[in-house]
């Protein structure tokens, strides 16, 4: 008597648990007999022993209506015995159930589901050129946990491009409505082309590219997945913009207001409070609803380099006599930098209480 056995690979189940985690569906599709096919996808947890109704074997298939298999296609998470053309009808079905749908393969006839898959996977290794053609991904080590890897690590730059937008559109809008809303209040243009220019550049160039570092946060596998055709600017990015810019143009402008009334260099505070206050906006947004503290200062390294270098050229712009005529800034009075530093903090404050309200509301 001999036995013979194949068994998933050791890190498959904690893929599967992984998906299950993140609002993503595993259904095993094969060619194997139905008792095969059980018995791995219950060692994996995609399905659980004694359920029947979640397996369909592909003779059931090809007897059901169309209807029929849409009333259950979301329900099945095995099928057994099914021949390669049928993958295609099982896509179709999930899609017109509003389903986004990646699927694998790797031979000819996989092609046409590849193809209509929103995602289709082919098999780098295993697969033939007709299914890497047909399909959006390759595997090139045909392991179901790269899949998983893949959808965290998109998870993450989708995160970062948003952090980006978040950081880039907010201080613009900042800038905007500094220099738009002070002839209404009376008060001269706070700054100058050169100034706008260098705090574009500098200030949102540096962080900005850093953020992009920022490393995946520990729930990013625990969130229900995004609708494809969701906004950019949805769950609240859209307001933060507004109402974070609005901040920073008040802040600048009553700045300017009362070092105006003071007798101080107005113009330089107000160059250096905006700057600041972007650079403390950039540290907020790490995260839309974890503090900073919580997440650790030193988590994103390139990050607060990247501060620490803009604090520091914006010191040389104030206190450099070559930067002092290009600039035209002032050197600032201990005082006067100690005051600048705290009121750009305000915008730090502000986007840790948006968190807090957040987290407490998820709650």
């Avoid at 590849?114 to 050129?129: F, H, P, S």
């Avoid at 030193?298 to 010191?315: A, D, E, F, H, K």
Wanted: glycine share 8%; proline share 6%.
């Amino acid at each position: 008597m001999a036995g013979i056995t194949d068994p998933p690979r050791e890190e498959a189940k904690a893929a599967v648990a992984e998906c299950r985690s993140a609002g993503i569906i595993p259904v095993m599709i094969t060619g194997d007999h139905p008792v095969t096919a059980r018995s791995i996808a219950e060692r994996l947890g995609i399905i659980q022993s004694g359920d029947d109704e979640g397996m369909l074997t592909g003779t059931e298939l090809g007897r059901m209506q169309p209807e029929e298999l849409a009333k259950r296609v979301e329900r099945i998470r095995v099928y057994a015995r099914v021949a390669p053309e049928q993958k295609l009808r099982i896509v179709k079905a999930l899609q017109e159930r509003d389903q986004f749908v990646a699927i694998t393969g790797d031979g000819v006839n996989d092609a046409p589901a590849l193809k209509r898959a929103d995602i289709g996977v082919a098999m780098g290794i295993t697969g033939t050129e007709v299914s890497k053609e047909a399909a959006s991904m390759i595997l090139l080590d045909d392991n179901f946990a790269t899949i998983v890897k893949a959808v965290r690590e998109g998870r993450r730059i989708f995160d970062n491009i948003r952090r980006f937008v978040r950081y880039v559109l907010t201080c613009n809008s900042g800038e905007i409505w500094t220099i738009f809303l002070a002839p209404f209040v009376g008060l001269p243009i706070p700054l100058l082309p050169i100034q706008i220019l260098w705090i574009n550049l500098v200030t949102d160039g540096l962080p900005g590219l850093a953020l992009a570092a920022e490393p995946a946060e520990p729930d990013i596998m625990k969130r229900p997945p995004r609708s494809p055709g969701e906004s950019l600017f949805a769950d609240g990015l859209g307001a933060h913009i507004i109402w974070v810019g609005i901040l920073m143009g008040i802040l600048s402008l009553g700045t300017q207001s009362w070092a105006i009334r003071a007798g101080l260099h107005w113009q330089t505070m107000v160059f250096t409070v905006l700057c600041l206050s972007q650079l403390g906006h950039a540290l907020a947004i790490r995260s839309e609803r974890r503090s900073l503290f919580t997440m650790g200062i030193r988590s994103n390294m390139p990050l607060i380099y990247s501060v620490l270098l803009t604090i520091v050229l914006q010191l040389t712009t104030i206190y450099l006599p070559f930067f002092n005529r290009t600039f035209h800034t002032a050197p600032l009075t201990m005082s006067e930098l100690t005051l600048t530093f705290g009121l750009s903090l305000v915008v730090f404050l502000a986007v840790e209480v948006e968190k807090l309200i957040r987290r407490r509301l998820l709650l």
